[in-house]
């Protein structure tokens, strides 16, 4: 543990100085073979992050789905003794993916046991949930909270998510025009750096298109209808955070009011034991005009520190928010510590 603090220290020492508090957006990529098979990786992950949360201002935690492999009572209790070390320490979201539904994780169906082991009740005893779109349903769901003296808000967003779905995030994020907006949902970017596209490509793998969803009521969107009917109309969005495809990618897109949207995927499911623990820390500058993404994983307490897992995102030219009706001086910091 002091060897990994250490590191880590380090590494925060070498960024770059600024005045005023910075803070650190933790993700979390697919789970499913953690807990399926190595459920440690996933407890040194979450037990990680609790541990340095002063140290990093940790805000909020966003994880990608595929939090199970098989949707099965085993896994969930897996994934909910990990998630619980994060219980009234840090606050964090839950986004389902394809093999969080169906039986044995075969998403042919939108029946989950997810609310039974993440229930609706504590979700919304949370102090920073704002809201859910079903009462009974954490697919969709989303996150209020203030740092680095900016509003903000993470929306969850089921994977493959059905037209209502994207009706209700258009009217949260509408909503809430007054704070930086970050969604996060499973299926989005390929790992060729490409939105999801299943008009360019009809068979793209792991498209949500050529799973069992397409036939349900309310149908599915893939990543470009995502970003048509969704991300690029709301200005206030900065950030996508997806997994579902193994690999690493960035693409940076123009909005409707011409700025740009950072989108990222990570996976790192196909590396040994499901991953290694590899997870995500986005650090945003106190000076709001930059992110810090890196990758480091608790079981092996190293970093990872080529190009494609670390590098620093552009917030300079974010459209303007509406004004908000938060009072003046309203506190930016988190009260969990």
Known sequence: MMRHKLVLLLALAAWPAMAGESWTLGVI?????YSASFPEHFAQQTRWLADHARELNLRFVAHLGDV?????????????????????????????GNHDYGV?????????????????DALRGAPHTGGLMEPDSIENSYYLFSAGGTRWIVLCLEYAPRTWAVAWANRVLAEHG??????????????????QDITKDPKQSGNP???GF???????????????????????????LCGHIAGVARLTSTNDAGAPVHQLLSDFQNEPEGGYGWLRLLTFAANGQ???????????????????N?????????APLKPSAAPAGAPTRSTLW
């Open 104 to 120: 044995d994780g075969r998403s042919e169906s939108r029946t989950t046991l997810a609310s039974r082991y993440f229930t609706t």
């Open 178 to 195: 007054d704070r930086r907006a970050i969604v996060v949902t499973h299926a989005y970017l390929h790992n060729s750096g490409q939105r």
């Open 29 to 33: 990529g697919d789970t499913q073979i």
């Open 310 to 318: 670390a590098f620093t995102l552009d917030l300079s030219r974010l």
């Open 209 to 211: 298109h050529r799973y």
């Open 68 to 96: 199970t492999s098989h949707n099965n009572d085993d896994e969930w209790a897996n994934s909910r003794a990990a998630m619980a070390a994060l219980d009234g320490r840090v606050p964090y979201g839950i986004e389902l």
């Open 214 to 240: 397409e036939k349900l009521p309310g149908g599915l969107m893939d990543g470009e209808q995502i970003w048509n009917a969704l991300i690029r109309r709301n200005a206030n969005v900065c950030l996508v």
């Open 290 to 308: 930059s992110v810090q993404v890196r990758t480091w994983s608790p079981s092996l307490g190293k970093w990872r520190d080529n190009a494609l």
